[in-house]
């Protein structure tokens, strides 16, 4: 064998040698993208979202610890979620809970765990107090609703129930099954 054969032999394996390294790499990289999609793609630590109105006013605010974005689900979940609704005619609605999921769009939040809803008193109304657990908060209809048991208290009365529908803008309530109360001390 000449040189030049051996040195186009020795050039041939280290392609060979170099292709099949390369196509183990390939197929490394390609499982571990695998193992990533069903994990979350993005992180961020103390998230705050402002949203507004057309006319430029906070329509609501959302906090969270902590917020996780998974592509694969086109969901976000959050850690000690707060929301606050904002109404025009000065009410406030405080919402916490211990964790929650939304959709990519953010146009529906489930809150999952124990569930605080608190609007302050103001001039025109007083203090509620609702305790729930797994609402669904849909914020630009200013809705909520939820089927597990909720307590609602406020200064001259508590009511218990299963299930309860709530409208932030009209301020109602509308409790779904087994409503118990009391009002101003008697059952």
């Known amino acids: ?23 183990y790499r390939q197929d490394d990289i390609q499982q571990q993208a695998a193992v990533s999609a ?7 630590s103390g998230m705050d979202l402002q949203v507004m109105d057309t006319s ?24 000690s979620p707060v929301i606050d609704l904002r109404r025009e005619d000065g009410t406030s609605w405080h919402i916490t809970a211990d964790r929650g999921q939304t959709t990519d769009s953010g146009d529906r939040i489930w809150l999952l765990g124990q569930v605080d809803i608190d609007r302050p008193a103001t001039g025109k109304t007083g203090s509620l107090q609702i305790r ?20 609602i208290t406020a200064e001259s009365y508590r009511i218990e129930a299963t299930g309860l529908k709530a409208d932030f803008r009209s301020r109602q309530l509308q409790l779904h099954s087994r409503v118990r109360g009391t009002i101003d001390g008697n059952s």
């Open 132 to 151: 729930t657990s797994d609402l669904l908060v849909l914020p630009e209809q200013e809705q909520a609703e939820t089927d597990s048991a909720a307590t």
């Open 1 to 23: 064998m000449s040189a030049r054969q051996t040195a186009l032999l020795l050039l041939l394996v280290l392609v060979v040698i170099g292709s099949g390294w390369f196509l």
């Open 56 to 79: 430029g006013q906070l329509q609501y605010h959302v906090m969270a610890a902590s917020m996780y974005h998974f592509p694969d689900q086109e969901r976000l979940e959050l850690d």
């Open 38 to 44: 069903t994990g979350h793609d993005s992180f961020v």
